[in-house]
C-alpha cells in the first residue's frame, strides 16, 4: 500500500503545470520584464528553474502567491 501511495504522488507531481515567465506575466497583467525586475528586486519570491534549461517556471500556485503579492484577487 505504501509503495501504490508514493507512486501516485509522484503521479500527481509529475503532472502538475508549469508557466513560463511570458505566460504567467500575462496571467498577472505585467510585463515579462516587470517580473523579471519584481524577482531581481526581491519584490517576488524567486521562481524555481529548469534544471534542463535554467529558464524559470511557475506553478499555478506561485502565480496565486504572486497576485495576492501583487494586490490582486482575480
Known amino acids: 500500500m ?16 508549469y508557466y513560463s515567465v511570458t505566460q504567467t506575466a500575462q496571467l498577472l497583467g505585467i ?6 525586475r519584481y ?3 526581491k ?5 524555481r528553474r529548469n534544471a534542463l534549461n535554467g529558464w524559470r517556471e511557475y506553478t499555478e500556485d506561485d502565480i496565486k502567491k504572486l497576485r495576492v503579492i ?4 482575480r
Not at 2 to 17: A, I, P, Q, R, T
Not at 43 to 47: E, K, M, R, S, V
Request: no cysteine.
Open 2 to 17: 505504501g509503495v501504490n501511495m508514493l507512486l501516485n504522488s509522484e503521479v500527481v507531481y509529475m503532472k502538475e503545470k
Open 31 to 36: 510585463s515579462k520584464q516587470t517580473l523579471i
Open 39 to 41: 524577482e531581481n528586486k
Open 43 to 47: 519584490l517576488f519570491p524567486a521562481a
Open 70 to 73: 501583487m494586490g490582486r484577487t
